[in-house]
């Protein structure tokens, strides 16, 4: 899939920078929220593939802006990006939000090059599924169809060999034996 847009969410302004810098090279669409609610707006008006959001922020945090975007948008590949790495915070993230991954602070240019490049990889496979999902779609349909014109069309001779003699010219003589 061409044109891929990746959303990073984060409170802090400085985080947001170095990762446009860092990822100023890969080759997708690139937006930056400083918050939930920011970054609602811009789902709701740009065609995003993949969110990165970091899980603690003022107002709406991580886990509940995931929540939201697995509601309304649940095609969007989810990211966690988060300095605490307890269990008490990964679980509910992991189980409610249905993250692709979760990637740790302080930030491993790596990491989350590799990780993204593995969320694309996701909505490629996505996409090439559904792809593939329609054109058998169609193809079950062109089936379907062409079995109900044969079946129509036995139907026919059978009601035109039941009711009508076959022209002499056309009847298989009688066995001499």
């Known amino acids: 899939m061409k044109n891929l847009n990746v959303l990073f969410v984060d409170d802090e302004q400085f985080a947001l920078h ?3 810098r860092l990822l100023s090279k890969q080759n997708y669409g690139k937006y930056f929220a400083l918050g939930g ?5 811009i789902l709701a008006s740009a065609p995003i593939h993949i969110i990165v959001s970091d ?12 929540m939201v975007v697995k509601e309304k948008y649940p ?19 992991i189980n409610r939000g249905e993250i692709f991954r979760f990637i740790t ?13 593995d969320a694309i ?7 090439e599924k559904n792809d593939l999902t329609e054109a058998l779609h169609r193809k079950n349909i062109e089936l379907s169809r062409a079995l109900d014109e044969r079946n129509l069309a036995q139907e026919q001779l059978k009601t035109l060999s039941s009711s009508e003699p076959l022209p002499s010219c056309l009847a298989i ?3 001499q034996t």
């Not at 899980?55 to 995931?66: C, E, I, T």
């Not at 095609?75 to 993230?93: E, F, H, K, M, N």
């Not at 302080?106 to 490049?117: F, K, R």
């Not at 990889?121 to 996409?127: D, G, I, S, T, Y």
């Open 18 to 20: 170095s990762m446009e």
């Open 37 to 41: 609610q920011e970054a609602l707006e």
């Open 55 to 66: 899980m603690k922020m003022p107002g709406m945090d991580g886990l509940a802006l995931l």
């Open 75 to 93: 095609d969007i590949v989810r990211l966690v990006l988060s300095g605490y790495s307890q269990t008490a915070q990964l679980l509910p993230c």
């Open 105 to 117: 602070k302080p930030l491993s240019a790596d990491e989350l090059i590799t990780s993204i490049n």
């Open 121 to 127: 990889e996701l909505v490629n496979l996505r996409a």
């Open 173 to 175: 003589p009688a066995r």
